[in-house]
Nanobody, 124 residues
Framework: QVQLVESGGGLVQAGGSLRLSCAAS????????MGWFRQAPGKEREFVAV????????YYADSVKGRFTISRDDAKNTVYLQMNSLKPEDTAVYYC?????????????????WGQGTQVTVSS
């Protein structure tokens, strides 16, 4: 079983930055692909970014490409999401997710483990 705990959310002005962290339990964190999703009120959960095991590759949603960066530190069992040039439309609860299967995955159903989420609010 893997447990994921997000942190780093908060209130920031448009154009600002935040870094989200997701700490994972479990000895085989390094073998999982890790993703970030977000969900705004009244909307479906949407894919943000994913990083494969051993940081082999990353993939981003078009809406965040060039502004967000996903990274991982397997020694610390932690995945990060650096968010720059934030916009009000980035406001959402951000979730960390882990998946056992290999390959890029952008659908929530492809992930096996989820954190509880952290709120990000961007004011205009």
């Amino acid at each position: 079983q893997v447990q994921l705990v997000e942190s780093g959310g908060g209130l920031v002005q448009a154009g600002g930055s935040l870094r989200l962290s997701c700490a994972a339990s479990g000895r085989i964190f390094s073998s999982y692909g890790m993703g970030w999703f977000r969900q705004a009120p009244g909307k479906e959960r949407e894919f943000v970014a994913v990083i494969m095991r051993n940081s082999i590759s990353t993939y981003y949603a078009d809406s965040v490409k060039g502004r967000f960066t996903i990274s991982r530190d397997d020694a610390k069992n932690t995945v990060y999401l650096q968010m720059n040039s934030l916009k009000p439309e980035d406001t959402a609860v951000y979730y960390c997710a882990g998946k056992i299967s290999s390959g890029i995955a952008t659908m929530p159903r492809e992930y096996n483990y989820w954190g509880q989420g952290t709120q990000v609010t961007v004011s205009s």
